[in-house]
């Protein structure tokens, strides 16, 4: 994702997978891009982050059913170009939707 105001990466992006079988097995796995350990976790949207928040103090999972197809990726340096990002990421498996980084 870029800052709105300055065009700058602003270091996190997310990848959307086809088979959500495919993103479990993304977020299991440890990721090294472009040269820096980076975090991928479920995406989790900001109004369930707000309900779970008051609910549990926490962030884990999504109290909604169904398998997660879209993942968080954090960490990213900021070298890493969409392309980059995509090829790494299309090693997995088929992407549907990627947001810019």
């Known amino acids: 994702m870029k800052d709105r105001t300055t065009g700058r990466a602003r270091g996190f992006g997310f990848v959307v997978f086809a088979d959500p079988a495919v993103s479990e097995s993304v977020i299991k796995e440890k990721h090294n891009i472009d040269g820096r350990m980076v975090e991928a976790k479920k995406a989790v949207p900001r109004d369930e982050q707000n309900i779970m928040s008051r609910s549990t103090g926490s962030i884990h999972g999504s109290p909604g059913p169904g398998r997660p197809r879209k993942i968080f990726v954090g960490g990213?340096?900021?070298?890493?170009?969409?392309?980059?990002?995509?090829?790494?990421?299309?090693?997995?498996?088929?992407?549907?939707?990627q947001l810019n980084l």
Do not use: H, M, R
């Open 76 to 97: 990213l340096a900021p070298t890493v170009t969409e392309s980059d990002f995509k090829k790494y990421f299309d090693q997995f498996g088929n992407i549907t939707d």
